[in-house]
C-alpha cells in the first residue's frame, strides 16, 4: 500500500513537472473572443474601404488600436510564442492589416477585386488564429507556423 501511494504521489509530481514545462500557453477565453470581435471589426471595415479613407479614419484607428492592445496582451502572457508571432504579423506595417489600411489611406479608396482578395487572406490569418487558440494541438500550431513563415 505504501509502494502505491508514493507511485501516485511521484506519478502526480511528473505530470506537474511536465504540464509546466509545456512550450504553450493553455485556452485563453479573452484571446479567443477578441480575436473573434478584431477578426469581424477587420472584415466589416474592410468591406468599407471602396469608400474614401477619410470617411472611416476613427474606425480604422480603432482596428489599429485593438490590433496593438492584443499584442501587448500576449506578449505579456508566458509560453506563448507563436500567438505572439501571428499578433505581431498582423501588427506588422508592411504585412497583412496595417499593410492593408496603410495603402487605403495611401490611394483614398480600394477595388471591390483587391478588397475581396485581400479579405481571404487576412480572413485565413484570423482562422488560424482562432483554432489555435481554441484547440492548441500540433496541427493547429503547424497551420500557424506554416502561415507565418509562407508570408
Do not use: P
Not at 65 to 70: I, Q, T
Not at 77 to 103: F, H, P, Q, R
Not at 104 to 129: D, H, M, V
Amino acid at each position: 500500500m505504501k509502494t502505491l501511494k508514493i507511485y501516485f504521489i511521484l506519478l502526480c509530481t511528473v505530470t506537474t513537472i511536465t504540464s509546466c514545462t509545456s512550450t504553450s500557453s493553455l485556452y485563453d477565453h479573452y484571446t479567443y473572443t477578441e480575436t473573434i470581435e478584431i477578426k469581424l471589426q477587420t472584415l466589416s471595415l474592410m468591406d468599407k474601404s471602396d469608400d474614401a479613407f477619410s470617411s472611416h479614419e476613427n474606425e480604422v484607428i480603432a482596428v489599429k488600436n485593438r490590433l496593438e492592445k492584443m499584442l501587448i496582451y500576449e506578449t505579456g502572457k508566458g509560453k506563448n510564442e507563436i500567438t505572439k508571432k501571428m499578433w505581431e504579423v498582423l501588427n506588422n506595417d508592411n504585412k497583412l492589416v496595417k499593410s492593408y489600411l496603410t495603402l487605403w489611406e495611401q490611394k483614398g479608396s480600394l477595388n471591390t477585386a483587391f478588397i475581396q482578395e485581400a479579405k481571404t487572406q487576412i480572413e485565413e490569418a484570423f482562422n488560424i488564429l482562432i483554432q489555435y487558440e481554441e484547440k492548441k494541438d500540433t496541427t493547429t500550431e503547424k497551420a500557424v507556423t506554416n502561415f507565418i513563415s509562407n508570408l
